[in-house]
C-alpha cells in the first residue's frame, strides 16, 4: 500500500526541529508578549486543537465533514449551560462532561454518516450540522441567535486548594498549551496504533479493508466519535476564553476554517494542522487589518499554497528534505 503524498507519517529531521523551535517559542512567548497577543495565541492554540480533530477524520480517515464544527459548539454550550450567573463552575467535572457530550453528539450523527460514502457523506454530515445550528439559533430557551454568555472561566480547586487560576491570562495560555501537546501525542500515537493503521488503511483503499474482514463503519464511527469529542475539548476552552458562544460556532464557516486550516498545514500528521491553524489565524488578522473583503485575499493565499505545495506549509520543509536526499544519492 503506497500512502498518499498529502500524507508525511514519519516527519523529517528538518520537520521535528521547527516543531521543537515552534514549542520553545511557545513556552517563553508570555514573558515576552503583550495581553492582547497572548490572548490571540491562545485562540490560535485552541483552533490548532480543532483542527487536529478534524485532521484525524480528513487526514488520516479520508472523510471529509462539512459540519465538525457542531462538535465544538455543543461543548461550548454545554459549559454555558453548567455555569451558573454568579458562580464558577469546577473543571474537574465540566471538562469531560462537555467533551463527552461532545462525543456522544458526534456518536449519534456518526451512527447515521459513516454508512454514507464520497458527496453523499460530504452533504450528510453538513445537514446534521445545519440541523444543530438552527436548534440552538431558533430556540430562546437554548440561548436563539443573540447566544450566551459565560460569567466565569472554570474553576481549577481541588478540595479548596487551587493548584492554578484560570481566570489569569497566561495560567490560561500555559493550561490550552499543555491541552495541544497532550492531543498531539495522543494522536500521533493512535496514528501509529492498529486502529490508526486500520484507519489509513480505510483512506486508501476502503473496498481492501472490508475484503480482508475488518468492520470498516466502526471504525470509522470511532473516528468520528473520537474526532467528535476533540472538537468539544476545543469548543470547550473557546466558550472558556471568549466568555461568550453562539450559534455561529456550528455554522458551516468553522468547520471551512478547519479544512482550509489542515491543508494549508498539511493533511494526516497532525503537525500540519497546529501549523495551519497558527498560520490561518494570523493570516485572518492581517487580512482583516488590511481590508474589509479580506476572504478574497485568504482565498488566494489558500489557492496559492495548493499550487505550489500541494502537501502543506508543513510539507514543504519535509520535501526540500528528501528532494535534498535524493539529490546527494544521485551525486553518490
Known sequence: MSTPRANIEVLPRSVQFALALGLAALLLFPVVGSDFYVQMVTRM?????????????????????????????????ALAFLTPADAPVSLWWTLPLAVAGAALAALVIGFFVVRTHGIYFIMVTMAFAQMVFYLFFDNKALGGSDGLYINFRPDASIFGWL????????????????????????????????????????????????AMGFGTQGYKLTAFTVAGALAGLAGYLWGAQTGYVNPELMGFHM???????????????FAGAIVGAFAFEY?????????????????????????????????MLGQRRTGKAQEDSHHG
Open 45 to 77: 492554540m485552541i483552533m490548532a486543537i480543532f483542527a487536529m480533530s478534524l485532521d484525524l477524520l480528513q487526514g488520516v480517515t479520508g472523510l471529509v465533514s462539512l459540519g465538525h464544527a457542531a462538535y465544538f459548539g455543543v461543548a461550548g454550550y
Open 163 to 210: 493548584p492554578f487560576d484560570l481566570e489569569g491570562r497566561k495560567t490560561f495560555y500555559y493550561f490550552t498549551l499543555a491541552l495541544v501537546v497532550i492531543v498531539y501525542m495522543l494522536l500521533r500515537r493512535l496514528l501509529w496504533s492498529p486502529l490508526g493503521r486500520a484507519l489509513a488503511g480505510i483512506r486508501i483503499n476502503e473496498h481492501r479493508m472490508r
Open 255 to 269: 468547520s471551512a476554517h478547519a479544512i482550509m486550516m489542515i491543508i494549508l498545514g498539511g493533511m494526516g500528521n
Open 283 to 315: 493570516l485572518l488578522h492581517v487580512f482583516k487589518d488590511i481590508t474589509k473583503h479580506w476572504q478574497l485575499l485568504m482565498g488566494g493565499f489558500i489557492v496559492l499554497v495548493v499550487v505550489a505545495a500541494p502537501r502543506g506549509l508543513l510539507g
